[in-house]
């Protein structure tokens, strides 16, 4: 993960040359789209257990928000994370140890798929439970306005969750406090499998801040490019006024975990997405249409992406369990 | 004639302080006019006229202090004929009702061995202080030395408290720091807990844990669970704190004892103190501790004095229990309020020649089972008390630590004493007969002792 990192952990994303930029967010997309798929195959191969929730065809999101980032903002997701952890630069190896529930993952093979943790990237979680998150994440934007130290707290969360109660208790604090937050709404058109059109009142979910004050934007969530330039613009205004929302239209491929056969959906609208709105594929053409990257330098990154996930999941299979003893420890610290 | 009696102001005003008369004798006052302010120890508060009249006589003078509710303050010549009725005492239904009122209050404390706290040195003055105080103090002290520790919730700042817990934090510390919530409990628990995840120190107050259980999810699933879920990465050093259990009156929703709920939730710690030294000293504790800490306060003992010692940094142990009487023939297990219930009834049982022993558990998670067992061993018969419910109780798990760890020792099937199986009711009588009280204790010791 060394170059594609180079840019953001500058800081100077929005300085750096827009070929490194985009050739950054083609690699670490790629790697989320791969490492989902790896673990789709490990949870096949009963190496993964319990709920998994792949982010293949989202990936634009986490990425493109992820350029926006400087050092000391905070990532907090809720359980559809794995790609927010790769995008914010944690080794693909303990993210995929942690889903074989190995001593080597990140949380020791105490938190499994939906919950992983990493103060030093400033990623702070992986949270179980629907709506949790904003809360929580709106709690990271709070400490920055206490601590006066300038950092922006980008709190994401799903179409689902924007029905939670606790979403809108969070968006009037926020607003009230001015505090530095960005919500990422990633409409992904189901929350679970209730469409949004069968669950939300008002289905343009941008809008959701607006009795609050709160301003919200709509954005091609398949495109990295309008995902990047609309968190540069969202990040500053976080940064100088206070919470602003973004809505990312995007759509899932797999199912809602590994266990969702995704009935509730065509088959062709799932193929329409994947062959005509594909972030990745997008990205592909972009960079091959305006002569950044030829066939041969993006086969070059497909390959180097393909051995670190490999690299990955054979670290993920092959390291041990946790020690019994471990299912005592990290309850408490001592005081 | 109509008699202005003192008014009760709150559900659990016995008394107040007549500070401000508005009226004086001749003159004539219309409903709705603001006569009188009364002081309680929450507040100030107005009082307006009810019946209309000429005034007779001022019959209590402004700055008296203790005055009963119910008392007659002023007389008015009645006008078209508008007269309150005599204060009638409610018919009383029988069984009659025990004393519902803090009958612990009445009783003096009995002298009390001090077991497993840190020495007070030979010359340490005492302070008579409040609960109330003690808390609010413990609270300012921990914030004087750290600054990352802030309080928020509703009506902690301008209103300084709806119990006033926290009056003059606010002018002390500023907005910054002493932070008045929406009515939005999930939302600013999980907004403290995501706080806590960066370091900052919150200390949450609930109006009453009533209200918490809005916020359950985030105390349970977000600040004791995020520590182990993360492989001890996390941390949630965060203090959910504010009056638990039965007031006076309040009706069913209003009413409840959650000790045991979060007192099973492995990632908590939660504190549940009696007296005022114990709730300064162990706040203290809670504020420092890293991990989220659950605080249960009682609101019918937030007025009640007991004395503090003045050292300089007052910090109790969280997780020793205490014996706060020392007898030969049974042991009672209390905490909180109920702590008070059973010395009052170790004291009617020292009259019948009967010696308890009252371990006050103050922690009950991590739960001093060493205390426990170790006063059981010495007594053989075991009372456990509590305001909430019985079944999956604290008592049921001090009975079961009992069974497991002293079964041989034990003479007499242990008895729990604890809140009825029923949602609280709202009538005196009612009420009276659903929670635990001294006359309950003494039963159940007296069952246990074969008496």
Known sequence: MARQTQARKNGAAKTAPRNDILLDAYRDMLMIRRFEERAGQLYGMGLIGGFCHLYIGQEAIAVGMQQAARPGDQIITAYRDHGHMLAAGIDPKVVMAELTGRSAGISRGKGGSMHMFSVEKGFFGGHGIVGAQVSLGTGLGFSNKYNDNGNVSFTYCGDGAINQGQVYESFNMAELWKLPVVYVIENNQYAMGTSVERSSSEVELYKRGLSFNIPGEQVDGMDVVAVREAAIKAVEHARTKGPIILEMKTYRYRGHSMSDPAKYRSRDEVDEVRTKRDPIDHLKALLEKEGMADEASLKEIDTEVKRIVAEAAEFARTAPEPDPAELYTDVYLEA | ?451
């Not at chain 2, 004798?25 to 006569?35: E, L, N, R, W």
């Not at chain 2, 609960?131 to 413990?138: G, P, S, Y």
């Not at chain 2, 020649?353 to 006050?360: F, N």
Request: charged share 25%; glycine share 8%; aromatic share 6%.
């Open chain 2, 1 to 451: 004639m109509t008699d202005i009696l003192m008014p009760a102001l709150s559900p659990t005003m016995e008394e107040g302080t007549l500070a401000k008369w508005n009226i004086k004798a001749g003159d004539t006052v219309s409903s709705g006019q603001i006569i009188a302010e009364i002081e309680t120890d929450k507040a100030t508060m107005e009082v307006e006229a009810v019946d209309e009249g000429v005034v007779d006589a001022i019959l209590v003078p402004e700055g008296s202090e203790g005055v009963k509710v119910n008392t007659p303050i002023a007389r008015l010549k009645g006008e078209g004929g508008a007269s309150s009725p005599p204060p009638a005492a409610a018919p009383a239904a029988e069984p009659a009702p025990a004393a519902a009122k803090a009958p612990e209050a009445a009783a003096p404390p009995p002298a009390a061995r001090v077991a497993n706290d840190p020495e007070v040195p030979a010359g340490t003055t005492f302070k008579r202080q409040t609960v109330r105080d003690a808390l609010r103090d413990a609270m300012a002290e921990e914030m004087r030395r750290d600054p990352k520790v802030f309080l928020m919730g509703e009506e902690v700042a301008q209103y300084q408290g709806a119990y006033k817990v926290s009056r003059d934090l606010l002018q002390e510390f500023g907005e910054k720091r002493v932070i008045d919530t929406p009515i939005t409990e999930h939302g600013f628990a999980g907004l403290a807990a995501g706080a806590a995840f960066t370091g900052l120190r919150p200390i949450v107050e609930f109006m009453t844990f009533n209200f918490a259980m809005q916020a359950m999810d985030q105390i349970i699933n977000s600040a004791a669970k995020t520590r182990y879920m993360s492989g001890g990465q996390m941390q949630c050093p965060i203090v959910f704190r504010g009056p638990n259990g039965a007031a006076a009156r309040v009706g069913a929703q209003h009413s409840q004892d959650y000790s045991a709920w979060y007192g099973s939730v492995p990632g908590l710690k939660v504190v549940a103190p009696y007296d005022a030294a114990d709730a300064k000293g162990l706040l203290k504790a809670a504020i420092r501790d890293p991990n989220p800490v659950v605080f249960l306060e009682h609101e019918m003992i937030y007025g009640t004095e007991f004395d503090v010692p003045e050292v300089d940094d007052w910090v109790l142990p969280i997780g020793k229990a205490k014996v706060r009487r020392e007898g030969r023939d049974l042991t009672i297990t209390a905490h909180s309020r109920a702590v008070g219930m059973a010395l009052a009834a170790a004291e009617i049982l020292a009259g019948e020649g009967i010696e308890a022993e009252v371990v006050d558990l103050r922690t009950l998670r991590p739960l001093d089972t060493e205390t426990i067992i170790a006063s059981v061993q010495k007594t053989s018969r075991l009372v456990t008390v509590e305001e909430g419910w019985g079944p999956y109780g604290v008592g049921a798990e001090v009975c079961a630590q009992v069974a497991l760890n002293a079964f041989d020792y034990l003479d007499a099937p242990p008895m729990r004493v604890h809140c009825e199986d029923v949602p609280m009711p709202y009538a005196a009588n009612l009420e009276a007969l659903a929670i635990p009280s001294v006359d309950k204790i003494v039963k159940a010791a007296k069952t246990v002792c074969n008496r």
